[in-house]
């Protein structure tokens, strides 16, 4: 079958891959829809902390069952959503609900390969129905997902000042549930034609352009006060850095973006403050079900985060293509 693997940072090329074997347990799906997301890009450029190459990418999926599973609710010919955590279920997180943080956690197209082919294994309990959803979206479910659970990590109080750092796809996808959670959001960028974008098109009123005046427009559109939430999914060491500047007294941080790096930050003002720090990551089954349910209710604008569209077979050129590009994908969907 037809695959596009990593080889190494910056190559990716097209291969003829054996199908899987059938497996106990687990489910053969077809897959029809890949999201190309920020971690393929970290993947195809060498920075992603948690990876070995050679790789087969691709984690944003959905695709149908082709055999397997039992019972009506995934019966052959079934669109899915893929969940492609794959969690031990013995783990302390696991026995706590936490399996997005399992302590063996295997990510599809990060720590195994993943879904740029033609056919692969998924865990019965790791596949959703997708109902009415399209293919296309359901391949975005799982990216907006990590957003969701990073605001249900918040715990987001309605009418609380938030600032989305970062206007890439995963804080697209925050600002988007913390706005339906009731938040007033700013987003913050350094592209201008990014925020121009996230204004126009996906209607956040409030954005900031980072760079030198970025703390003075805070506090401007604050009074001061500066922003009870801040999330920042830049996944770049000096914004999440510069981050802790914009909270306000008793507020709090949560880090979406990931980095093979260390930050700091200044003890005695987060101190000071009395600042909350969280981390969070990756998704479970209930921010899955949120957010099919926000997309099957027409809340989140899909189309416009949509940008660019390819097929399996043009990846190896249009990846590169795309990260050259001054007008880089919101979100990317490859078909099959």
Same mark, same amino acid.
């Given at each position: 079958?037809? &695959? =596009?693997?990593?080889?190494?940072?910056?190559?990716?090329?097209?291969?003829? $891959?054996?199908?899987?074997?059938? =497996?106990?347990?687990?489910?053969? $799906?077809?897959?029809? %829809?890949?999201?190309?997301?920020?971690?393929?890009?970290?993947?195809?450029?060498?920075?992603?902390?948690? @990876?070995?190459?050679?790789?087969?990418?691709?984690?944003?999926?959905?695709?149908?069952? %082709?055999?397997?599973?039992?019972?009506?609710?995934?019966?052959?010919?079934?669109?899915?959503?893929?969940?492609?955590?794959?969690?031990?279920?013995?783990?302390?997180?696991?026995?706590?609900?936490?399996?997005?943080?399992?302590?063996?956690?295997?990510? /599809?197209?990060?720590?195994?390969?993943?879904?740029?082919?033609? *056919?692969?294994?998924?865990?019965?309990?790791?596949?959703?129905?997708?109902?009415?959803?399209? @293919?296309?979206?359901?391949?975005?479910?799982?990216?907006?997902?990590?957003?969701?659970?990073?605001? *249900?990590?918040?715990?987001?109080?309605?009418? %609380?000042?938030?600032? =989305?750092?970062?206007?890439?796809?995963?804080? /697209?996808?925050?600002?988007?549930?913390? *706005?339906?959670?009731?938040?007033?959001?700013?987003?913050?960028?350094?592209?201008?034609?990014?925020?121009? &974008?996230?204004?126009?098109?996906?209607?956040?009123?409030?954005?900031?352009?980072?760079?030198?005046?970025?703390?003075?427009?805070?506090?401007?559109?604050?009074?001061?006060?500066?922003?009870?939430?801040?999330?920042?999914?830049?996944?770049?060491?000096?914004?999440?850095?510069?981050?802790?500047?914009?909270?306000?007294?008793?507020?709090?941080?949560?880090?979406?973006? =990931? @980095?093979?790096?260390?930050?700091?930050?200044?003890?005695?003002?987060?101190?000071?403050?009395?600042?909350?720090?969280?981390?969070? *990551?990756?998704?479970?089954?209930?921010?899955?079900?949120?957010?099919?349910?926000?997309?099957?209710?027409?809340?989140?604008?899909?189309?416009?985060?949509?940008?660019?569209?390819?097929?399996?077979?043009?990846?190896?050129?249009?990846?590169?293509?795309?990260?050259?590009?001054?007008?880089?994908?919101?979100?990317?969907?490859?078909?099959?």
């Amino acid at each position: 079958m037809r &695959a =596009v693997v990593c080889t190494e940072p910056g190559t990716l090329e097209r291969i003829e $891959v054996p199908p899987p074997d059938p =497996v106990p347990g687990m489910v053969a $799906v077809d897959i029809k %829809a890949i999201g190309i997301c920020g971690t393929d890009f970290h993947i195809f450029k060498g920075l992603h902390p948690f @990876l070995e190459y050679p790789r087969i990418m691709g984690h944003e999926l959905s695709g149908v069952v %082709a055999e397997g599973a039992r019972g009506d609710a995934l019966k052959p010919g079934t669109p899915v959503v893929i969940n492609p955590y794959f969690s031990c279920g013995t783990c302390i997180a696991c026995r706590k609900g936490k399996t997005n943080c399992c302590a063996t956690l295997k990510v /599809l197209g990060v720590h195994i390969d993943g879904g740029m082919c033609e *056919r692969i294994l998924v865990p019965e309990e790791n596949l959703y129905p997708a109902g009415d959803l399209n @293919l296309r979206d359901a391949a975005m479910i799982e990216f907006l997902a990590i957003g969701a659970h990073a605001v *249900r990590r918040s715990d987001l109080e309605p009418g %609380a000042r938030v600032l =989305v750092v970062g206007a890439g796809p995963i804080g /697209l996808g925050t600002a988007a549930f913390a *706005r339906l959670a009731g938040g007033e959001v700013t987003v913050m960028d350094v592209s201008s034609r990014r925020l121009a &974008a996230v204004r126009d098109t996906l209607g956040f009123g409030q954005t900031i352009e980072a760079g030198e005046s970025a703390l003075a427009e805070v506090d401007r559109l604050t009074g001061g006060d500066r922003y009870d939430l801040v999330f920042d999914a830049t996944g770049n060491a000096r914004a999440m850095e510069r981050s802790f500047d914009f909270i306000a007294s008793g507020g709090g941080i949560v880090m979406v973006g =990931v @980095l093979k790096a260390s930050i700091t930050f200044d003890d005695p003002e987060f101190h000071r403050r009395e600042l909350t720090i969280r981390a969070t *990551r990756n998704a479970t089954r209930q921010d899955f079900e949120t957010v099919m349910s926000a997309v099957a209710g027409s809340h989140i604008p899909m189309d416009a985060i949509n940008t660019h569209r390819d097929h399996l077979d043009a990846l190896p050129d249009a990846m590169p293509a795309w990260l050259a590009s001054d007008d880089p994908p919101i979100k990317a969907i490859v078909t099959l």
